[in-house]
């Protein structure tokens, strides 16, 4: 969406010439004000969200986490946060509880490949557990 063009207020210039219609002015003001707030709409939109360190537009973190469950060796991701650093650089974090932390580096590299390769992360931090470690209130989790 274009600013509004000069060739507006060249209108409003004619019309108050022709007609003495001094109200077109305001109106044509009134109209270049909406067009510029409907243009702009969806950057603030953007910003509010990075801001409120909202979820990521498009990513379902139930999902994730169903795919992370039903990985080998992983009994269940918990703690699930994802949040937008900046424009297009989404941050993940969560628990991971597993079997057996030895397979830990392993049990990572899967899980970022989907973090990273299907749902585009740009930085994840996963804590690998064998049994619940330091678990804060559930209140702070989007998903319970
Ligand atoms: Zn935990």
Do not use: C
């Amino acid at each position: 969406m274009s600013p509004p063009k000069p060739n507006s207020y060249i209108f409003a210039a004619i019309v108050i010439k022709l007609a003495s219609f001094y109200q077109i002015d305001p109106i044509l003001g009134m109209a270049f004000g909406l067009v510029l707030f409907w243009a702009s709409y969806g950057i603030m939109k953007n910003s509010l969200n990075i801001f409120l360190q909202a979820a990521p537009k498009g990513i379902d973190l139930e999902r994730i986490k169903k795919e992370a469950d039903a990985l080998p060796d992983v009994k269940e991701m918990h703690h699930i946060h994802a949040w937008t650093l900046t424009s297009g650089k989404n941050i993940f974090s969560a628990h991971v509880l597993v079997d057996n932390i030895e397979k830990s580096n392993r049990i990572i590299k899967q899980i970022n490949e989907i973090l990273k390769g299907k749902y585009k992360f740009f930085f994840t931090t996963l804590q690998v557990e064998e049994e619940y470690v330091g678990e804060e209130p559930k209140r702070i989790d989007f998903l319970r």
